[in-house]
């Protein structure tokens, strides 16, 4: 009971960032560059 309280507390969040750092590396994909977007059109002072 001791061994699987000590597992549960430090080996699985262990083992968590590693399997994220892991999937972060590798399926890292070319960020987008920003497209600018359009400013809105005035209607020039009509009301």
Not at 19 to 42: D, I, T, Y
Request: aromatic residues 8%.
């Amino acid at each position: 009971m001791l061994a699987a309280t000590l597992i549960a507390i430090f080996l699985i969040p262990v083992m968590f960032d590693f399997v994220e750092s892991l999937s972060e590396r590798f399926n890292k994909k070319p960020k987008e560059a920003a497209v600018p977007q359009p400013e809105p059109v005035h209607s020039g002072g009509v009301a």
